[in-house]
């Protein structure tokens, strides 16, 4: 009986163990993939839109330097061979022009401005 329950126990505690990919546990190595691919992908991001890779290193400061090269190049090289032109950013357009400010009394004159 004692050697049944302790391979059922066993059993589950293995199962459970077995199950820490369904639960969204990553290991190091998952984290260090998932870092690299978006340094990768900021990089070529950077490079489509005409973006020199200085810039790319100052917007995005958390991504790995390296692996945002990486894909700076490939998409570099990618452009250069396929003859694809960047597609810079089109500035934000500017803010519409304020109305002139209210008057601090919502445009009321007072008795004391008119006889002024």
Known sequence: ????????????????LAGCDALGIESAVDV???KEAE?????SACRHA???IEDCF????????AAVFAGWKEMD??????AIVGMP?????????????AAPDGGK????????
């Open 89 to 101: 950013a089109e500035p934000e357009p500017a803010a519409a022009p304020a109305a002139s400010p």
């Open 39 to 43: 340094g990768k992908a900021i990089g």
């Open 50 to 52: 005409v973006r020199s």
């Open 77 to 82: 090289e990618y452009m250069r061979e396929n």
């Open 109 to 116: 004159t007072t008795s004391a401005s008119r006889n002024s």
């Open 1 to 16: 009986m004692r050697h049944t329950a302790l391979s059922v126990c066993l059993l589950g505690a293995a199962s459970l």
């Open 58 to 65: 100052g917007g995005y400061p958390r991504a790995g330097k």
């Open 32 to 34: 260090a993939a998932k």
